[in-house]
């Protein structure tokens, strides 16, 4: 089983790989997040689709959470903050200025992506600043979408990528992951209604999956096959 965070080493910085999908960059005290998805629930009800509700409180929540726990002056949103201009229900705008009211300090920036342009920005209240991809912080290109960047190492999300984890006994498990790379690094969706996007372990990649409350690595399946035979065939 996995821990509640892996850390690892990109562009020469070490990073926090967070079980409740999210990176923390200790060395600047930064916390990002992809595609939260924002009022996406409230758009689909809007058009008449039965969907749940409280999902935009799960999230507020769990952001709190996450800031509580690790030191950030900084809070970066990888794209699609709100998922469309019907998002923004007073509900919502007053949700998040009561989360922002509770983290004044907190420098916010968001990335804007596909979802943005059509949402338009947030709330000059909640003070938030927007700025195009990719957003250059240190050795990072800050995206929204996975790109090929040969002079600085990209944190993007926009697939929101899953890996379907399967047994000996053809049982399955479908789990957000980060999809890390040699020149790029896909976070999961922050959002807590948002599909996913099944991928495989690219050669020279690592895959790292989450339930929310542990994080593992995956190891290949042709490797962890190999494992399990060479393990074998020393207790025989």
């Given at each position: 089983?996995?821990?509640?965070?892996?850390?690892?080493?990109?562009?020469g910085a070490q990073?926090?790989?967070?079980?409740?999908?999210?990176?923390?960059?200790?060395?600047?005290?930064?916390?990002?997040?992809?595609?939260?998805?924002?009022?996406?629930?409230?758009?689909?009800?809007?058009?008449?689709?039965?969907?749940?509700?409280?999902?935009?409180?799960?999230?507020?929540?769990?952001?709190?959470?996450?800031?509580?726990?690790?030191?950030?002056?900084?809070?970066?949103?990888?794209?699609?903050?709100?998922?469309?201009?019907k998002s923004l229900?007073?509900?919502?705008?007053?949700?998040?200025?009561?989360?922002?009211?509770?983290?004044?300090?907190?420098?916010?920036?968001?990335?804007r992506g596909n979802?943005?342009?059509?949402?338009?920005?947030?709330?000059?209240?909640?003070?938030?600043?927007?700025?195009?991809?990719?957003?250059?912080?240190?050795?990072?290109?800050?995206?929204?979408?996975?790109?090929?960047?040969?002079?600085?190492?990209?944190?993007?999300?926009?697939?929101?990528?899953?890996?379907?984890?399967?047994?000996?006994?053809?049982?399955?498990?479908?789990?957000?992951?980060?999809?890390?790379?040699?020149?790029?690094?896909?976070?999961?969706?922050?959002?807590?209604?948002?599909?996913?996007?099944?991928?495989?372990?690219?050669?020279?990649?690592?895959?790292?999956?989450?339930?929310?409350?542990?994080?593992?690595?995956?190891?290949?399946?042709?490797?962890?096959?190999?494992?399990?035979?060479?393990?074998?065939?020393?207790?025989?």
């Amino acid at each position: 089983m996995g821990e509640c965070h892996i850390d690892v080493r990109l562009a020469g910085a070490q990073v926090r790989l967070l079980a409740d999908k999210a990176v923390y960059w200790s060395g600047e005290k930064m916390l990002l997040v992809a595609d939260a998805h924002f009022g996406k629930a409230a758009a689909y009800r809007a058009l008449g689709q039965p969907v749940p509700h409280g999902t935009t409180a799960a999230n507020v929540e769990r952001l709190d959470a996450l800031l509580a726990a690790n030191p950030a002056s900084h809070l970066v949103f990888l794209g699609d903050f709100l998922h469309a201009r019907k998002s923004l229900t007073p509900a919502l705008n007053a949700a998040l200025l009561e989360w922002r009211a509770r983290h004044p300090a907190i420098r916010c920036t968001v990335v804007r992506g596909n979802h943005d342009k059509r949402a338009g920005d947030p709330p000059a209240e909640l003070e938030i600043d927007v700025v195009e991809e990719p957003f250059a912080f240190g050795p990072f290109a800050l995206c929204h979408a996975p790109r090929d960047d040969r002079s600085q190492y990209v944190l993007a999300g926009h697939i929101h990528p899953v890996y379907t984890l399967r047994g000996a006994a053809r049982q399955s498990l479908r789990l957000p992951c980060f999809a890390i790379s040699a020149r790029c690094a896909v976070l999961p969706s922050f959002g807590a209604f948002t599909g996913g996007y099944d991928i495989a372990i690219e050669p020279g990649s690592r895959v790292f999956v989450t339930d929310s409350d542990s994080i593992w690595a995956v190891r290949p399946r042709g490797a962890a096959a190999a494992a399990g035979a060479e393990e074998q065939r020393r207790e025989t």
